[in-house]
């Protein structure tokens, strides 16, 4: 009798889950946006005979379905918590988390990629710095500070340093790695934290050669809670969202962001981008090809041009005591070959490239 | 359409069993029927035609045979039969092998044919072969019901993936099946075990296989690794894909034969291959091994036998020249064994019979996993240290660590242990109390996880669809 009980209790547990989850997909409406993922979810394919025919169109509806699927987050989760906490797996799609810290793994070290960036660097100075001071710095990821810690696996950085230093010609090299730790680094996203950068900041001003200092009273602190960074959603589990402080002042406040392709002005920091996809683009707006920064309240007429990638964006604003006027490149949208239709290079400017180990390792997104 | 699959879990499967079970009893094969063809399109929208076409010919020879079969020339509609079904078979599977193998050896410049392969050719095909063969031998009765014999070869269960059902196992339950809320419960369960073996242990170690095969830093115990979890992927992918069939079959009614039995415990090769894809290696010892005289010959002739047998055995898993040795291989063992390592075999303790088995598994599934003889040289040479790589790294130790618990599940559950635990636990009323209370929820938790898997990934193919 009890076996038949329990044969009961396995078929109703079955309809419910199947048919359960099958109706809430059907009725549910389709959502837009994954929050936690970043990124647009795919709506429903059309049909078409053709497609049909082909069978394009179940291939297209098999995508959508895992898109759509209800609960996509908390379903996720569980695995990611098979992953980690069943199997111990060390990682879960490549992420893996140390005290709190959602980190990618990024290895092996790919040095034909960092030969090339270091060629890159010295295309741009070739054809537009030469006589000028130029400087470039390498971002550590969060790989650097953890990945060792718990045996995860971690690229060899000193042959990284080694063959950057080795290959860019005619720059100063600032070492970012000792200025930062851990700490300067949101838990849930690949950025550092732009309210722990005022000291790295003063360092790379010092660096390029501008005497001055910065301190935390300069800025007041302005907190946006929760934050979910990239990597939030790709890890799928219940990680504590970060905090977003950014720092501003009267300086900053007035600088006004001129944007190259979209002819546009605005400010430095756009608050209507928390929460959105992407929190991150709150500083600067997010990816843009070109952007120069006029500082109205400038103490002296100094100008930097900074190639960057994103992490640029958040540090760029604490620079603004030491120029009148900031010009921001990203080589991933805009070619080398361009820059001149845009910029007046001089030889009274400041130079800084800057980018992160995740883009040097992958650098032949560089145009 | 994968069983493994959002859409076959919550859309396909909730409808088909819906429709199912509202309808009478008359219109259930129907249901079968047109549920197991859209399964089959939605993978394969033109080849579709080919299996209808296949399934008509499969039809109309049975009639044909069962018509002649007190006639003289009973033979030739089999002979017809298995012309047409090995013909369609070649054509899809293997033209573009012989064509290459004719350009390589004799100089030639046939062009190669824009053919893809359509899925589960092999299976269905081996049935309506076993059908008609076994019609001609007068083992089964003609099904005059073309629904029928569609819904026999289509179902879906085991259309694409097997086991390969004799049509003699099924043929009075595709008439007279009863179902009862104890077959769809135990069917619910045996389908959610296959599922779970296929996604949470078979795909997961497919991935470890991936970045075995992509990292530029392997070492000799990388190799070992990697050679490892593929033997124990391909079990749990195929054994798998087996319970899944099974489990869907029983919910419908229909009782198919165990396709695995724990193979990895076995003591021999020779017991290997009794308990590893059980319906491939009956059917060809009912078709192809005792009709050349099996045993019963000649020591010559037997071996003859035995090397014919394991060069289709090995082809029919691909049409590559590494799967031809990977069966000769087993046809090697099988022969020593029989002639003289059994008799060695049964002096030594079972664990050094074990270790002896699943070495030469191992490297049979090094030579199968090969995409070509190159390939395959590479990863033997890459076991053995014949290659310059370390013996291990960081990298290697890593990935040793990070799937270290699923390789010890894994191996776990390649064994009976879970099924005796069961056993003698349903031997105590509180065992029983605690399996009758433990079951629903462990089936529920393992298919929700499965799903979890399925949503966070994107793309998980069964490892035989390729025949």
Redesign the interface.
């Given at each position: 009798m009890k076996n038949q009980i329990k044969n009961y209790i396995i078929i109703a547990l079955f309809i419910i889950i199947t048919y359960g989850l099958m109706l809430i997909n059907i009725f549910k409406p389709d959502n837009e946006i994954s929050y936690s993922e970043r990124r647009r979810l795919l709506q429903e394919p059309s049909f078409t005979l053709q497609s049909f025919i082909s069978g394009d169109y179940f291939t297209a509806y098999e995508k959508y379905a895992l898109d759509q699927f209800p609960f996509r987050d908390k379903i996720r989760g569980l695995k990611a918590f098979t992953s980690y906490y069943i199997f111990k797996q060390k990682d879960n799609n490549s992420l893996y988390i140390v005290d709190g810290y959602i980190n990618k793994i990024e290895y092996p070290l790919n040095e034909k990629a960092i030969i090339n960036a270091a060629n890159k660097i010295n295309e741009v100075y070739n054809k537009y710095l030469q006589g000028m001071n130029v400087s470039y710095a390498i971002i550590p990821d969060k790989n650097y500070f953890l990945a060792d810690k718990k045996g995860h696996l971690s690229m060899d950085y000193d042959k990284l340093i080694q063959v950057m230093n080795g290959n860019i010609m005619n720059m100063n090299y600032i070492d970012l790695f000792e200025q930062l730790t851990i700490d300067d680094y949101y838990k849930t996203d690949i950025h550092w934290r732009q309210d722990k950068l005022i000291e790295l900041t003063e360092y790379l001003l010092r660096s390029m050669g501008n005497e001055l200092s910065l301190t935390k009273d300069e800025f007041s602190k302005i907190s946006l809670y929760p934050f979910y960074g990239s990597y939030y959603g790709q890890a799928a589990l219940n990680i504590k969202a970060d905090t977003l402080i950014y720092l501003t002042n009267e300086m900053i406040e007035s600088a006004l962001v001129y944007d190259h392709i979209d002819k546009t002005y605005s400010k430095i920091y756009n608050k209507d981008r928390f929460n959105t996809v992407d929190s991150y683009d709150i500083f600067l707006s997010g990816a843009k090809s070109l952007l120069t920064i006029y500082n109205p309240k400038a103490l002296n007429n100094k100008e930097l041009i900074i190639f960057r990638d994103s992490f640029g964006s958040s540090i760029a604003p604490l620079m603004l005591k030491g120029y009148s006027k900031i010009t921001l490149v990203d080589l991933r949208y805009l070619s080398t070959d361009l820059l001149s239709n845009y910029i007046d290079f001089s030889t009274n400017q400041d130079v800084l490239f800057l980018y992160n180990i995740v883009i040097l390792n992958n650098s032949y997104m560089l145009k | 359409?994968l069983f493994s699959?959002?859409?076959f879990?919550?859309?396909f499967?909730?409808l088909v069993l819906?429709l199912y079970f509202i309808v009478p009893k008359k219109y259930k094969n129907f249901i079968l029927l047109i549920s197991s063809l859209f399964f089959y399109f939605?993978?394969?929208?033109?080849y579709s035609i080919l299996m209808i076409t296949s399934i008509g010919l499969g039809y109309l020879h049975g009639l044909w045979i069962d018509r002649m079969k007190n006639s003289k020339y009973a033979k030739l509609p089999m002979i017809s039969s298995v012309i047409v079904s090995i013909g369609s078979l070649v054509f899809f599977k293997y033209s573009n092998f012989l064509i290459n193998n004719l350009n390589n050896f004799f100089s030639l410049n046939i062009p190669i044919m824009d053919i893809a392969l359509p899925i589960g050719i092999s299976f269905y095909t081996f049935q309506i072969l076993s059908y008609n063969i076994d019609l001609y031998r007068k083992d089964t009765k003609v099904q005059k019901n073309i629904l029928y014999f569609a819904t026999y070869v289509s179902l879906f269960p085991q259309l694409i993936a097997g086991p390969i059902v004799r049509y003699s196992n099924v043929e009075a339950e595709l008439s007279q099946r009863k179902h009862s809320?104890?077959k769809?419960?135990?069917g619910?369960?045996r389908f959610?075990i296959g599922l779970s073996k296929k996604v949470?242990l078979a795909n997961?170690l497919g991935e470890l296989e991936k970045i075995f095969s992509l990292s530029?830093?392997k070492t000799v115990l990388f190799y070992w690794i990697s050679t490892i979890a593929f033997t124990l992927q391909i079990y749990f992918d195929f054994s798998g894909y087996s319970d899944m069939a099974i489990g869907l079959g029983r919910i419908f009614g229909f009782h198919f034969q165990e396709n695995f039995n724990y193979p990895f415990i076995s003591k021999s090769i020779t017991e290997f291959w009794r308990r590893w894809h059980i319906s491939l290696g009956t059917w060809f010892r009912d078709y192809v091994y005792i009709p050349m005289g099996g045993n019963r010959v000649s020591k010559l002739k037997w071996i003859r036998n035995i090397l014919i047998v394991w060069f289709l055995t090995g082809i029919w898993h691909g049409a590559e020249w590494n799967f031809v040795f990977w069966g000769l291989y087993f046809a090697l063992l099988l022969v020593l064994e029989k002639l003289c390592f059994n008799k060695i075999l049964a002096r030594l303790p079972a664990v050094i019979n074990h270790i002896y088995v699943m070495f030469l598994v191992i490297l049979s599934f090094a030579i199968f996993n090969g995409q070509g003889i190159g390939e395959v040289k590479e990863i033997l040479m890459g076991l053995f240290g014949g290659l310059e790589i370390p013996l291990y790294n960081?990298?290697t130790?890593?990935y040793l660590?990070?799937?270290?618990?699923?390789f010890i599940?894994a191996i776990i559950a390649s064994t009976p242990l879970a099924t005796y635990i069961i056993k003698k636990l349903n031997t105590y009323s509180l065992g029983?109390?605690i399996?009758?209370?433990l079951?629903?929820i462990v089936?529920?938790v393992l298919?929700?996880?499965v799903?979890?898997?399925?949503?966070?990934?994107?793309f998980n193919p069964f490892l035989y669809f390729r025949f």
């Open positions: - | 359409m699959s959002i859409i879990l919550y859309y499967l909730p819906g939605y993978g394969e929208p033109i809320i104890e769809i419960a135990y619910i369960s959610i949470l997961n530029n830093e960081q990298v130790i890593y660590k990070s799937y270290g618990i699923v599940i029983k109390k399996i009758n209370l079951q629903p089936i529920s298919l929700l996880l799903t979890g898997y399925l949503v966070d990934g994107s």
